[in-house]
């Protein structure tokens, strides 16, 4: 199943969608790849694999502890392809890699994308290369029939937005504040209405990231939105168990359920 027919089927049933970010590698290898073959299971719509960077700019604390781990136990690129078939044979939850560009361009661009789109992956973010220095390889990722997802913050422009707009596919990551990733004690008040604004300019679907650590605050943050995404909250609750594979799944699933849930309609 890809992203854009995961997210219709949940428009139909007035349900929003739910993205879980873990990194890959973190806390090793085995674990990590365990996890995602899991996260379906426990509730997460879109899965999102995080290739570790040794220098992120976009990403908080927590989720810069899980690359040095997922390094420091020997994580390499050419490991991907396998934690992402391992996942797919366990789960029909579509898959969406994120990273920085350095990784891929090192890797190669084309040798990427393929790789990637072969072991089943639906859509890649590049969190820090801006549409306009893609050039070519929008048309590659095409080729690839891969999904091309894009960032929109609240200073991003209303031009820009609908430039973003045209080529960000299955749907757009509207960042719900400035600063890094998080999770935050509260979400900003003008979220709802930040929220509405893009969604009356774009015209793929929403789903909105940063500081998203509660129910509560998932359900917020997708009044005007598509879904949520939640990473650091999650990554977090690995790092705090890292001893305890058992103890970590079982938060991890109450977690993430209790998550999903605060997005279904209510009765």
Request: with cysteine; charged share 25%.
């Amino acid at each position: 199943m890809t992203i854009a027919e995961k997210l219709r089927i949940l428009e139909r049933r007035n349900e929003r969608a739910l993205a879980v970010f873990a990194t890959a590698g973190d806390p090793d290898l085995n674990t990590s790849t365990e996890i995602f073959g899991h996260l379906g299971d426990w509730g997460a719509d879109i899965i999102e694999i995080g290739i570790p960077y040794s220098d992120p700019l976009m990403d908080g604390p927590v989720l810069q502890r899980s690359y040095l781990r997922a390094l420091k136990h020997g994580f390499k690129l050419s490991q991907l392809a396998k934690i992402v078939e391992k996942t797919a044979d366990k789960s029909d939850t579509p898959i969406l890699i994120m990273t920085c560009y350095n990784p891929v361009y090192k890797y190669g661009v084309n040798r990427f994308f393929r790789d990637v789109k072969s072991a089943g992956v639906d859509s890649i973010l590049l969190t820090d290369l801006p549409p306009e220095e893609w050039g070519e390889s929008i048309e590659l990722a095409k080729q690839f029939k891969l999904g091309t997802i894009f960032l929109i913050a609240p200073t991003t422009p209303i031009g820009r937005m609908e430039m973003i707009s045209k080529i960000s596919n299955p749907f757009v990551y509207c960042i719900s504040k400035m600063g890094v990733t998080g999770a935050g004690a509260e979400l900003p008040d003008e979220l709802q209405d930040y929220v509405k604004f893009v969604q009356d300019t774009v015209k793929q679907p929403i789903m909105v990231g940063f500081g998203i650590s509660t129910p509560e605050q998932a359900a917020q943050a997708s009044v005007s939105a598509n879904g949520v995404i939640v990473g650091s909250a999650a990554v977090a609750i690995i790092e705090r168990h890292l001893d305890d594979k058992v103890r970590m799944f079982s938060l991890l699933e109450n977690f993430i359920s209790g998550i999903k849930n605060s997005l279904k309609p209510k009765d």
